[in-house]
């Protein structure tokens, strides 16, 4: 190859990484969700929950064992943000649990992500934090990070995080708090609040990382909207009855173990929430590093 063929495959190659990386650091994309909407509540509310797919936004759980019949309760036991920037196609979730009821008790949180937390979580060793950032093409992990202050600090990563490859940020929002159905909703306090009080409606609303069989017939979740439609707040109150086998910590001698969960999750920051980077390192690999770029490349 001659100079000129040299300079010009360089310039080329250059160019196009140049408007690879232009795009990557400013994010340039069409973002304009058009706003939820529906004619019936339960339209309006499927709608509002598709809606999180689109906006900017955050959501901040509060987890309150009401009610265990083998234990302790009335007491907060964990809390979870999800911050979701679309926008730039970054999604932040922090879980933290600070008490926890003894034995096995299924997990608050929907998602596997939620599910991952619960499971390693040390009654012993309380309070336990857990980072999941993903951004294109990648994914930061820590499962025993530093506890924050409050639940709104910018999180930061341990010694344990490591960086693998996903194939889209699409994956970053670890799953559904409403999710479709067809149950019918009860008018609540307002025109924007609604509730579903009956065991199979319920059901059919919330992601459960379990089966239905567990439900008590008392489970209720209530949903509010917000002025334009978008989800604004959501109470969960879910009971459990636990029917253990074999030798299970969760046997009482006066039959199988409930437990009841109050979950509130609200919801806020649309249009205007952010997603970066939680402090600190994380261990990745070649393999990985390049993985992500090349979903990136074919990405943008």
Known sequence: MNRRQFLAAS???????GGYLGLRVADIRP????????????????????????ADHRALTRVRITEDSAGASGYDAAWYRESHQHSRRRHTHVFTTRQRPL??????FYGLLGVFHWGVVDIDDLPHTSIVHFTDGSVLASWDAPTPTTPTDRPN?????????????????GGEWIRPHRTSWTAGDGDR???VTDRD???????LPFGAGNLAPDCRVEVTLDDAGRLARIVDDRVLV???SGDDPERVADGPRTVGYRIV?????????????????????VRARLSSLLTDVRQY
Do not use: C, K, N, W
């Not at 409606?201 to 992601?207: E, F, H, K, L, W």
């Open 31 to 54: 973002y304009d969700p058009d706003p939820p909407s529906g004619e019936t509540p339960r339209e309006r509310i499927v709608a509002a929950a598709r809606h999180r797919y689109a």
């Open 242 to 244: 636990l029917r253990p």
């Open 157 to 173: 990563l341990a010694s344990d995080a490591i960086r693998g490859a996903v194939r889209g940020a699409e994956s970053g929002m």
């Open 265 to 285: 999750t609200e919801f806020d920051e649309y249009g205007a929430a952010t997603a970066p980077r939680p402090r600190g390192e994380a261990e990745t690999t």
């Open 11 to 17: 310039g080329g190659a250059v160019a196009s990484l």
């Open 201 to 207: 409606g319920y059901a059919q609303v919330v992601t």
């Open 193 to 195: 609040t609604f509730v």
């Open 103 to 108: 034995g096995r008790v299924p997990t608050p």
